[in-house]
């Protein structure tokens, strides 16, 4: 058993208000009342558990994991790795990340998505893995083209991958986006800048890691994420986030 220790205190200012007009769904999805707690089902706490068994090979690699025999995704080849921390930067291992992303074009394979932009029918757009010991993960992919969204006449979302990030359990689950360095819809967003916070922005994300990037082949980017941990905030006397 893991020996007491002190609990960071939540910073909420880091974190977008649920009400934030500029970001016009959030008007309709706001919650108007006082938030009630839940409290977890027996099932909810003791299960499903992932392991090796529940991944295939290859299905962190979102160029080949939908491709034809002998063909592979369009666009630009990246990968994105990093590491899965707890908020004392200590590696969380097995832990079940998963990706989902438009194609290079931003169109996600969804029959609701009327972009313009074709589909690659080689790329299926989502993807899976386990950390290993060091809470070290990779995706190979596209990066991931810009779309229009209906929110202003003329926004559109920067490239971005969603990220999943499952506990031991359904219930522990984290869901963010992934953005890269430098792109100059990022501070355009309305979606990112519902976040009040420029630090939180920062590690959304990916910077370029030349290092990792394979020549002539694959560009990298790293994005570290970082849980709570075991010095999560006590949520009415239960460790919310563990």
């Known amino acids: 058993m893991r020996p007491p220790a002190e609990y960071y205190q939540r910073d909420r200012n880091m974190h977008p208000p649920a009400l934030t007009p500029g970001y016009k769904t959030s008007v309709a999805r706001s919650p108007r009342y006082s938030l009630i707690s839940l409290d977890q089902t027996p099932s909810e706490i003791t299960g499903p558990r992932f392991g090796h068994n529940d991944l295939d090979e290859g299905d962190n690699d979102l160029i080949y ?61 989502c993807g899976r893995t386990l950390t290993d010991e060091n809470g070290y993960y990779f995706f190979r992919t596209v990066k991931p083209g810009v779309y229009p969204w209906r929110n202003l006449v003329n926004n559109w979302r920067p490239a971005h991958i969603h990220l999943s990030l499952f506990g031991s359990s359904f219930s522990q689950r984290l869901i963010t986006q992934c953005y890269f360095e430098g792109d100059p819809l990022i501070p355009r967003c309305p979606i990112v800048q519902s976040i009040p916070d420029q630090s939180a922005i920062e590690r959304l994300t990916a910077k370029l890691d030349m290092n990792a990037t394979i020549p002539l082949d694959t560009v990298a980017w790293r994005l570290d994420l970082i849980l709570r941990g075991r010095r999560s905030t006590l949520f009415e006397n239960r460790l919310e986030g563990n």
């Open 65 to 125: 994991n939908y491709a034809k025999p002998g063909e592979s995704a369009i666009g630009e080849r990246i990968i994105l790795h990093g590491r899965v921390l707890d908020e004392n930067a200590r590696p969380v291992a097995n832990t079940l990340v998963e990706a989902w992303q438009a194609n290079a074009g931003g169109r996600y394979r969804h029959k609701k998505d009327t972009y313009l932009a074709p589909i690659d029918p080689n790329f299926g757009g």
